[in-house]
């Protein structure tokens, strides 16, 4: 009786074993932005990237996609002025600082900044900005934070896109949570993922 005992666990290890190999590649999979809640956010248009069927989770914005992989090999970047696409006020306020920060984060990032003949240009897009409403502010906690969504464009000097990044994050003020989104936006260029 023990040794089919051992057996019987042997086997079960094997077959346990067998399913998580067989199994990890379609769990392991990542989640595609389109397939997410986020993209069902009716105040959130998604209308400024080419590619949002592309976009996966990213390690440190939401949603990435790199179809070269690594941007290690650009050094020089020209950042243009941010645009909204956002409903209110706070959406251009929020567009308004996008470039100033932009530029602060790459350049802490190691990347050195042109106006013009630059390998990478970024372009900005606020999707949503918002300020907290009566009764978060009554309750307090993270909601009570504005916050700020975020998309980037990135392109190399022929024009090819070569970067897109979709990142919403909070702050204590709209200005404070577009400069947080953007360090975290540079964070995943520097990284490329």
Do not use: C
Not at 91 to 98: F, L, P, S, T
Not at 165 to 171: D, M, S, V
């Amino acid at each position: 009786m023990g040794i089919l005992t051992r057996r019987s666990y042997g086997i079960g290890l094997v077959a346990a074993l067998a399913f998580a190999i067989i199994a990890s590649p379609a769990l392991g999979k990542g989640k595609n932005f389109l397939d997410s809640d986020d993209a069902k956010e009716a105040n959130e248009p998604a209308k400024f990237l080419p590619d949002y069927d592309k976009l996966t989770k990213g390690k440190d914005a939401d949603w990435v996609y790199f179809p070269e992989g690594s941007l290690k090999k650009y050094r020089t970047v020209s950042v243009k002025e941010f645009v909204e696409n956002g409903r209110g006020h706070e959406a251009k306020e929020a567009a308004r600082e996008g470039k100033e920060y932009m530029e602060e984060w790459l350049e802490k990032g190691g990347f050195k900044l042109a106006e013009k003949g630059a390998e990478l240009t970024i372009e900005g897009n606020v999707f949503n900005a918002w300020e907290p409403g009566t009764g978060a502010r009554i309750w307090g906690g993270w909601m009570a934070n504005p916050g700020v969504g975020v998309e980037v464009l990135l392109k190399d000097s022929s024009g090819k896109v070569v970067g897109e990044i979709r990142h919403k994050n909070r702050g204590s003020t709209i200005g404070d949570a577009v400069e947080n989104a953007l360090e975290e936006i540079a964070k995943a260029i520097e990284d490329g993922r």
